[in-house]
């Protein structure tokens, strides 16, 4: 099992900046899949971004190209997602999901039922 805790949300203006966590333990996690998705409230789950084990296959939302960036640091079992130029529309409740994809995973899966293992979420507001 992994478990997964994110942290770095928060309430930002529009324009502004926030950086998510990601932490993981449990298991080794050098070779999981990570995915984050978000949910505003009446809507449905989708696909923000994911990156693959080593960090060399990386994947964006249309919607966030540009302005989100992932990236992982295995030695620490954290993913991070850097936000910028935040907008009221990525207003949502922000989740980190895990794929175990072992050592030679490229794909980004987008689909949430693709992922076995989610944190809490995090929630994150932008204000107009």
């Known amino acids: 099992q992994v478990q997964l805790v994110e942290s770095g949300g928060g309430l930002v203006q529009a324009g502004g900046s926030l950086r998510l966590s990601c932490a993981a333990s449990?298991?080794?996690?050098?070779?999981?899949?990570v995915g984050w998705f978000r949910q505003a409230p009446g809507k449905e789950r989708e696909f923000v971004s994911g990156?693959?084990?080593?960090?060399?296959?990386?994947d964006y939302a249309d919607s966030v190209k540009g302005r989100f960036t992932i990236s992982r640091d295995n030695a620490k079992n954290t993913v991070y997602l850097q936000m910028n130029m935040l907008k009221p529309d990525d207003t949502a409740v922000y989740y980190c999901?895990?794929?175990?994809?072992?050592?030679?995973?490229?794909?980004?899966?987008?689909?949430?039922?693709?992922?076995?293992?989610w944190g809490q979420g995090t929630q994150v507001t932008v204000s107009s």
């Open positions: 990156i693959n084990w080593s960090g060399g296959s990386i």
């Open positions: 999901a895990a794929r175990n994809t072992g050592f030679t995973g490229t794909y980004i899966y987008t689909r949430r039922n693709d992922y076995a293992y």
């Open positions: 449990g298991r080794p996690f050098s070779s999981y899949l």
